[in-house]
């Protein structure tokens, strides 16, 4: 059985107000896999010492890969080389509490790292629940390092983009409704994904993050209810300089402004925050 398309489904209620779910569609049918969208830009490789892919032989105990440095503002990500152990806590005796996958949703798991110990790296996940993580073993993955970083206000409804720690875009967004708001907390970018139709408002993609909805769990028997990042889809007025809340959680942008998100890689942290009382709500 192959993975044949990652399909989009689009949830409207009260006219504009959506959310994005992944619902993963598996075929036997024959002929090639139909164009799941553009790919995220591949992260840029770790410069330091021991990176790339680590050996896929055994780690000598007594002397564990050392811990990675990485640039000033950046973040260190991990592409896996199949499913991995997943472990609570980095100690040598640890046993497996379960298994990362390779890939999500059929697209390969590129995972920050937000934390090191020599021979071992704890990532964040995109599964539920939300903010996830575990620890895996160094060894045999891939590391690469992304100076990108998305700050996604809920209260100021707006998203900004961080290059090397420098603001470069700062737009207002249209951001989920009190009853299904945007969820808070930290994430990352899994991948960018080809929009359902790209003349009707969505954009030239879908930025896919690992965040999920707190409020629905099971969107359209899809399994899930992501959140994503796209375009205003008709909501142009409504955000307007100001952003607004419009949506089921997705994140809502001018076309312009969703357009300089296409170099942000996979793997790319994002932290959605309320720095300020929305009290215009």
Known sequence: MQLSRTRL????GGGLTLLVALLVVL??????????GPAAPDATQAPSAGQGAEPSGGEDAATPLPVVDTPPDSTLVVTLPGDVDRYAAPEADSQPEGTIPESWHGRPSVLPVIDQRPGWLQVRLAQRPNQSTGW????????????YRIQIDVGQRRLRLLNAGEVVLDAPAGIGRDKAPTPLGSYFVTF??????????WGPFVVVTSAHSETISDFEQSGDAITAIHGP???EDEIGDDGAKISLGCVRLHLDDLAKLRDVPAGTPIDIVNTTADETA
């Open 9 to 12: 489904l689009v949830a409207l």
């Open 27 to 36: 075929t036997t049918q024959d002929g090639d896999d139909q164009d799941p």
């Open 136 to 147: 895996i073993r160094r060894q045999g993955v891939e590391l690469a390092t992304t100076p």
């Open 192 to 201: 960018l994904q080809q929009p359902p139709d790209p003349t009707s408002g």
């Open 233 to 235: 889809l008709g909501a």
